[in-house]
């Protein structure tokens, strides 16, 4: 919501970048001055990231297999991890290389976090609880992570209508803020990753 709006980005094995819509990374103007227009924010293997409207300086953002934090982007040293973590004798959550997260667009205290299973923070992260049972078909088999979710999308128009993807090819739709889910994937082809 700044204007001019900010642009965001992850980077495979270079981070997370911020700058404004109005920069041209062409421009090598910025050689002379030695002031790069685009910010790093975070390292890692930069993976997804969401910006708090109300003040657009707090951020979510994070590096592979849930590694997420919330980001003070005027002060980077000002930060908070937020990775969901199970209770100890649980089996551990599994975590897509890409975790997904989604800041709610009603709400933007509540904070979507996706491993096999559907978390919810109400407090910016500061707690996370699980919502769900794994929503996956639980195959643990290969050499990283998967039967993982792969996306979280929150309806524009209403508050805690829910949609989580996988990368096993499951759907699944929650009407209640992630508390009960159905999933609406049938007829689809089967095992096929769902990013969006």
């Known amino acids: 919501m ?7 980005g992850g980077l495979q094995d270079n981070g997370v970048w911020t700058g404004s819509s109005q920069t041209d990374p062409a421009d090598p103007s910025w050689l002379q001055d030695g002031i790069y227009p685009f ?17 657009n300086s707090t951020v979510y953002a994070g590096f592979q297999f849930g590694y997420y934090y919330r980001i ?19 089996p551990n959550y599994r975590f897509n290389w890409q975790a997904p997260i989604c800041l709610s667009a009603h709400q933007p205290d509540i904070l979507y976090f996706g491993s096999n299973h559907f978390h ?8 996370m609880k699980t919502l769900s049972g794994d929503l996956t078909a639980a ?3 290969g050499d990283v992570p998967f039967n993982t979710l792969s996306t979280i999308a929150e309806s524009p128009l209403r ?3 829910l949609y989580c993807g996988t990368d096993d090819g499951r759907i699944w739709l ?3 803020a992630g508390y009960s889910w159905e999933e609406r994937g049938q007829g689809l082809p089967k095992d096929l990753w769902v990013s969006r």
């Open 2 to 8: 700044d204007k001019p709006y900010n642009v965001y």
């Open 39 to 55: 910010k790093f924010i975070l390292g890692g293997d930069g993976m997804q990231v969401q910006v708090d409207p109300r003040d």
């Open 72 to 90: 003070n982007k005027n002060n980077p040293e000002e930060y908070q991890a937020i990775k969901p973590r199970n209770d100890l004798g649980e």
């Open 120 to 127: 919810r923070s109400m407090n910016r992260g500061e707690d």
């Open 139 to 141: 195959d643990k088999t």
């Open 159 to 161: 508050f805690g209508m």
């Open 174 to 176: 929650s009407h209640d």
